[in-house]
């Protein structure tokens, strides 16, 4: 039977159908089924007090209470592939068995609450070692006598607003083939700490973003110069993962530099994000996590849904499976944008911190019978009536 729900809940384009509202409807990556399409983005939580990349009890009942509030996938924060890939010292980490063994109570709980969850293998590169991103802390490069480290990137160049980092290495060949290792073997963790999904972190202006937009690469060798020379790490990084893991994978891109118009070159943009989706698809990758900019200052015209639109270009001109992130955050909105077939799935980031039992909301909002929505039996009195 329906909750009684005042009419102004229900979607303009629902008209009083009794189908399973879209966003709420499963969805296969590969092997995985995810029980709806409502997600939640990776957001960095800086947490790791030990440095060490071992998530603690702050990452269980973060996590645990995203799974718990009925979201389908649960995609943790970037985590380094190696001490140096990492954004800061308090990033979770998963180069070691003690963190994937830490990472297992994180999942477990995850999956008992019908939930899948993800891990979003990362290397910062030339924005590593810097100071954790919380309110009142000062924007800075952390040194070596506090337990930082010398950044990476394509080239010795520094990025735009990223003045503080006082050395940038440039990656040698011996380099480049140590961050494919790197990735292939944090796989291997994630598959003995539990996790469903794989997703590669190349947006943002990480590592391998800076390899892929000619705004930051320009390098002259075979890492370098040519649209295949630039997308040439990010296809090692994936393949080498497809050779240990036969999970659900994924990889978070950065759809346009948004410098058209700033720049000579206007960067990277959505037609190359379809020409490399096609590409990633080809290599064994299941769903495109289409999310923009991070490289360098630049013009964002942000507001409700402002990246839908390359998700959908990304959907449409590829054919891959794709998410869609960027300021959504009201159930209607993202029904919507699945029922358009503009994305397969939508991420959710700052919303989901904001009401991390938002899917709930959403299935009563949209009208999903309370008997179907993803409610915990232990909160199950908070169902509305």
């Excluded at 499963?26 to 995810?34: D, E």
């Excluded at 954790?132 to 520094?158: F, K, S, Y």
């Excluded at 539990?194 to 892929?212: C, I, N, T, W």
């Excluded at 360098?296 to 001109?317: K, W």
């Amino acid at each position: 039977m329906l909750p009684v729900l005042a009419r102004r809940s229900w979607p303009r384009w629902f008209n009083g159908c009794m189908s399973t509202p879209a966003l709420f409807r499963p969805i296969q990556l590969g092997s995985l089924t995810v029980r709806n399409r409502a997600w939640v983005s990776p957001m960095c939580q800086y947490s790791v007090e030990q440095r060490d990349g071992v998530v603690n009890d702050w990452h269980l009942v973060h996590y645990g209470s995203l799974a718990a509030g009925g979201f389908g996938l649960v995609v943790v924060e970037a985590t380094g592939v190696s001490p140096e890939a990492r954004i800061s010292p308090w990033d979770a980490g998963l180069w070691n068995d003690q963190q994937a063994t830490a990472w297992r109570r994180v999942t477990d709980f995850a999956h008992a609450q019908g939930a899948a969850i993800g891990v979003q293998l990362a290397h910062a590169g030339r924005k590593a070692s810097t100071n954790r991103w919380w309110p009142g802390e000062e924007a800075r490069n952390i040194p070596a006598d506090e337990g930082g480290w010398t950044p990476v990137g394509p080239t010795t160049e520094r990025g735009a607003g990223e003045e503080f980092t006082s050395e940038v290495q440039a990656l040698d060949e011996a380099g480049i083939q140590k961050v494919i290792d790197d990735f292939a073997a944090a796989a291997v963790r994630a598959k003995e700490a539990g996790f469903d999904l794989v997703e590669v972190h190349a947006a943002h202006g990480y590592l391998l973003h800076q390899f892929y937009s000619p705004l930051s690469n320009t390098r002259t060798d075979q890492w370098g110069g040519s649209w295949e020379n630039r997308t040439r790490l990010l296809l090692a990084v994936v393949d080498a993962i497809r050779q240990v893991w036969t999970g659900a994978l994924a990889v978070r891109i950065s759809a346009t530099d948004w410098t058209d118009g700033d720049w000579t070159d206007g960067g990277w943009d959505g037609e190359d994000s379809a020409q490399l989706a096609i590409e990633l698809r080809e290599h064994g990758v299941d769903l495109v996590d289409v999310s923009t900019g991070g490289l360098v200052m630049a013009r964002i015209p942000v507001g409700p849904g402002y990246q839908v639109p390359y998700a959908e270009q990304v959907r449409s001109e590829s054919g891959v499976v794709t998410s869609a992130v960027g300021m959504i955050t009201e159930p209607e909105q993202a029904e919507q944008i699945i029922a358009e077939g503009r994305a397969d799935a939508v991420m959710l980031a700052r919303q989901a911190l904001r009401e991390p039992g938002w899917p709930l909301r959403a299935a009563h909002e949209l009208g999903l019978p309370a008997d179907q929505a993803p409610w915990p039996p232990a909160r199950s009195r908070g169902v509305w009536r």
